[in-house]
């Protein structure tokens, strides 16, 4: 019979697309045999008496006939979607800036479905791992939601699929620039909290405090290790079924935002994350680099759910086992592949509206979708859709920097609610205190690649908010969308322009980099392109008139080392893989041109 994945029997586990046994060296594993998912499920469904640990390295004639005819009856492969369940403890903790980013700190985890009651939630914290002496209760209550799903395998409570329950706690009149421990905490009752006994904690000595602090970092130290030597692991979506829950008693960390007008800021830019194979090297390259950054922007196209929101746990999970964000804030902004309407329902981003809480300027308004019936088309949405306020769009100061999150899916029409906001913002920063002045939007204004040239949402933002960023001289515009990089000059109505700002596309986080390019001479803004490797960014602003802009390489495409041209058969170089530029404040620039 099959051993598997919940056969207690077998020390062999399943993982992604392969089968692993386990090894007694330190809980390693050993490779046994790469067998493609879709064989798996037929050889499963077929009953077929295959023992993993009997799996060949190398496969008999016979085995390759009956692969070969097995393949002909499977045209679509199942797909292994598996959240973990951790019987509602605390999962999923993730950090963004809280409404004053030097004094406040927004701590979201999930725990119960929402099937079922949320309990009362709060955060412990304190400025020693053994002296968690503040409680913050959270301020109101729990989000989730529920829907009708595509398919009956995606439900998980009578035929409609229910979140979890999501914490989001803010943490208020903290010290700028402050190392914070803290640990969520769950109870029945709000008496249980005020009864809580804090002075039960022993008060640690300094030497204690710093004994502490190194065994904190040397055992994620060591989780990312284990995880860099594994190798690259994940399929879409992530499976981290077989890895143990978060620890129901884990103290985190973070620091607070230093005062405004800081110096330096350091942030660290993603786009189009997901969980596929190359999300992995991203994020494990940010988390082995978390102390270079202050906080991560994440410029949309978050989970790639696929309809199927099962795909927002499994990411999550996939966020507990490389714990980035429990430790610095990840701030959002909407992407298409975030809207998440199916066929079944007209509700749109739900959940990102409901497991993410950004710095909101008012509560969100979000109404169905009234347009026709039927899964949206996601790589081409309408435009626009009513999401006002909210995770749609909202700012935030980190130091020196002015950060204005625009959502491309909500108007940027002239009078619009979003727009007349983004006016409002961009007249009311004062320089002085925050010189460098930084847009996200998920799609990209400019756009060398022959993919999304005619997306209403780009249409819209070229002609409605590129006036707006050159007019208060806005120093960058970082986007996602197309799975590449791209850097371009300052610039303005398609041409050099001192006062414009630098576009930026790091749509290459994780999802498939393929991406043609539309001419084969570069166009005459153009610094860079290439949609052959994977990576991040990190902005580093040095002071008010010198910013610092690297492209880091995680990965690379296997399948293509080589850029292409649309419609022809044209091999083009592939870029260095590297690209870093100083940047010079542009409001400081003489207004001549």
């Given at each position: 019979m099959l051993s598997g994945p919940h056969d207690p029997r077998s020390h062999t586990r399943y993982?992604?697309?392969?089968?692993?046994?386990?090894?007694?060296?330190?809980?390693?594993?050993?490779?046994?045999?790469?067998?493609?998912?879709?064989?798996?499920?037929a050889f499963i469904s077929h009953g077929f008496g295959i023992e993993t640990t009997r799996i060949m390295r190398r496969p008999s004639y016979w085995t390759g006939v009956a692969i070969a005819i097995l393949s002909s009856f499977y045209i679509v492969a199942a797909v292994n979607v598996a959240p973990r369940h951790c019987e509602g403890n605390i999962r999923h903790v993730h950090l963004a800036v809280g409404t004053e980013p030097e004094t406040s700190m927004t701590v979201s985890f999930a725990t119960f479905a929402s099937k079922f009651k949320a309990p009362l939630?709060?955060?412990?914290?304190?400025?020693?791992?053994?002296?968690?002496?503040?409680?913050?209760l959270e301020q109101s209550p729990?989000?989730?939601?529920?829907?009708?799903?595509?398919?009956?395998?995606?439900?998980?409570?009578?035929?409609?699929?229910?979140?979890?329950?999501?914490?989001?706690?803010?943490?208020?009149?903290?010290?700028?620039?402050?190392?914070?421990?803290?640990?969520?905490?769950?109870?029945a009752s709000r008496g249980e909290f005020e009864e809580y006994n804090l002075h039960t904690l022993k008060q640690p000595t300094k030497e204690e405090m710093q004994k502490e602090l190194k065994e904190l970092d040397s055992e994620e130290d060591a989780d990312d290790e284990e995880y860099v030597q594994e190798g690259r692991r994940l399929l879409d979506p992530y499976d981290g079924s077989w890895r143990d829950c978060p620890p129901v008693n884990k103290i985190r960390s973070f620091r607070t935002a230093p005062p405004a007008g800081s110096f330096p800021v350091s942030l660290a830019i993603i786009g189009d994350i997901g969980q596929f194979p190359h999300s992995e090297e991203t994020l494990a390259r940010l988390l082995r680099n978390r102390n270079e950054m202050d906080a991560v922007i994440l410029a949309g196209d978050i989970a790639y759910t696929n309809y199927d929101h099962r795909r927002?746990?499994?990411?999550?999970?996939?966020?507990?086992?490389?714990?980035?964000?429990?430790?610095?804030?990840?701030?959002?902004?909407?992407?298409?592949?975030?809207?998440?309407m199916n066929d079944v329902a007209n509700d749109i981003f739900q959940a990102y509206e409901h497991r993410f809480r950004m710095p909101r300027v008012k509560p969100p308004q979000l109404e169905l979708y009234d347009g026709p019936h039927g899964a949206m088309n996601m790589d081409a949405p309408p435009y626009p859709l009513p999401y006002e306020w909210g995770n749609a769009y909202y700012s935030f100061t980190y130091g020196a920097a002015k950060m204005i999150m625009i959502s491309a899916y909500s108007s940027m029409e002239p009078d619009s609610i979003q727009y007349n906001w983004i006016v409002d913002e961009l007249e009311a920063v004062d320089r002085s205190i925050t010189p460098w002045v930084i847009a996200v939007i998920h799609t990209p204004i400019y756009n060398t690649f022959s993919l999304h040239q005619k997306d209403l949402q780009i249409v819209a933002a070229r002609q409605h908010l590129e006036p707006?960023?050159?007019?208060?001289?806005?120093?960058?515009?970082?986007?996602?969308?197309?799975?590449?990089?791209?850097?371009?000059?300052?610039?303005?109505?398609?041409?050099?322009?001192?006062?414009?700002?630098?576009?930026?596309?790091?749509?290459?986080?994780?999802?498939?980099?393929e991406a043609p390019f539309k001419n084969d001479e570069p166009e005459p803004w153009l610094e860079v392109r290439d949609a052959t490797i994977y990576g991040y960014g990190m902005l580093r602003i040095h002071n008010a008139t010198v910013a610092e802009w690297d492209w880091i390489h995680t990965g690379h495409n296997e399948e293509r080392g080589y850029n292409e041209l649309k419609g022809s058969d044209v091999r083009l170089e592939a870029g260095p893989g590297f690209d870093q530029v100083f940047l010079e404040n542009q409001y400081f620039a003489k207004d001549e041109l």
């Open positions: 993982r992604g697309n392969q089968y692993f046994q386990r090894s007694h060296k330190k809980g390693r594993h050993s490779e046994i045999h790469y067998f493609p998912k879709m064989l798996q499920t939630a709060g955060v412990l914290i304190g400025t020693s791992p053994h002296d968690l002496k503040e409680l913050f729990p989000t989730s939601y529920n829907l009708k799903q595509n398919k009956d395998t995606w439900t998980n409570f009578d035929g409609k699929y229910y979140s979890p329950h999501y914490h989001h706690v803010e943490l208020f009149e903290l010290q700028p620039n402050t190392m914070y421990f803290y640990k969520p905490i769950l109870k927002w746990d499994t990411f999550f999970d996939f966020l507990d086992d490389y714990p980035l964000f429990e430790h610095i804030p990840l701030q959002i902004c909407p992407g298409n592949h975030d809207i998440d707006l960023l050159v007019e208060h001289r806005v120093n960058m515009v970082f986007s996602g969308h197309i799975h590449a990089y791209m850097r371009t000059t300052t610039m303005s109505n398609e041409t050099f322009h001192p006062h414009g700002p630098m576009h930026v596309t790091v749509g290459a986080g994780g999802r498939n980099c």
